[in-house]
């Protein structure tokens, strides 16, 4: 079945790095596009980033635009995301999703970032 | 970008009652397919999103059909026939019209009374 597993959330400072990854399974990563969304405490859902099933094209929230980067290894079916310059707005917890008949049809559990000094 | 907004925000609901929740687009999501590039979500409490709805008024699979959507163009609606106890959560509509910039509604909270 289809799974989504993400993982490197943690506790970090302002100004800092870090980098999610999700590991799919169940579903032939390379034919599709992926995104990331997150969730602030108590808040609803923020789409976040997106990358097509190559790689080759790459959309960013003006939120996190030049700091996030999204990547993708379609031989390790695993999907990255580099948050750098990390902000308190950007705690959030995070999810990467599959995008299939025009919807984030599976959600995994998400990884929690928090920003904090 | 396309900004979704919700009504209510808030419900209370019996269980076995029906129960309809708004949800209302600054564009049209309709594309010159026919189809409305509109979802719905449910978060239970303390779970991730779950799809319910898909382009408008296609249930998910293994959604009860007590949850319909209906609507076109800027205008939608998710109804529930009977709500029962399992059915509390936030619901998001959300539009993928413009993908990949995607936007969600603010949600809308179900309790039951």
């Known amino acids: 079945q289809v799974q989504l597993v993400e993982s490197g959330g943690g506790v970090v400072q302002p100004g800092r790095s870090l980098r999610l990854s999700c590991a799919v399974s169940?579903?032939?990563?390379?034919?599709?596009?992926m995104h990331w969304v997150r969730q602030a405490p108590g808040k609803g859902l923020e789409w976040v980033a997106f990358i097509s099933d190559d790689g080759s094209n790459e959309n960013y929230a003006d939120s996190v635009k030049g700091r996030f980067t999204l990547s993708r290894d379609n031989s390790k079916n695993t999907l990255y995301l580099q948050m750098n310059s990390l902000r308190a707005e950007d705690t959030a917890v995070y999810y990467c999703l599959r995008f299939s008949s025009a919807a984030f049809d599976f959600w995994g559990q998400g990884t929690k970032v928090t920003v904090s000094s | 970008d396309i900004v979704m907004t919700q009504s209510p925000l808030s419900l209370t609901v019996t269980p076995g009652e029906p129960a309809s929740i708004s949800c209302r687009s600054s564009q049209s999501l309709l594309n010159s397919n026919g189809y409305n590039f509109l979802n719905w979500y449910l978060q239970k409490p303390g779970q991730s999103p779950q799809l319910l709805i898909y382009l408008g008024s296609t249930r998910a699979s293994g959604v009860p059909d007590r949850f319909s959507g209906s609507g076109s163009g800027t205008d939608f609606t998710l109804k529930i026939s009977r709500v029962e106890a399992e059915d509390v959560g936030v619901y998001y509509c959300?539009?993928?019209?413009?993908?990949?910039?995607?936007?969600f509604g603010q949600g809308t909270r179900l309790e039951i009374k």
């Open positions: 169940g579903f032939t990563f390379s034919s599709y596009a």
């Open positions: 959300m539009h993928a019209l413009q993908t990949p910039r995607i936007t």
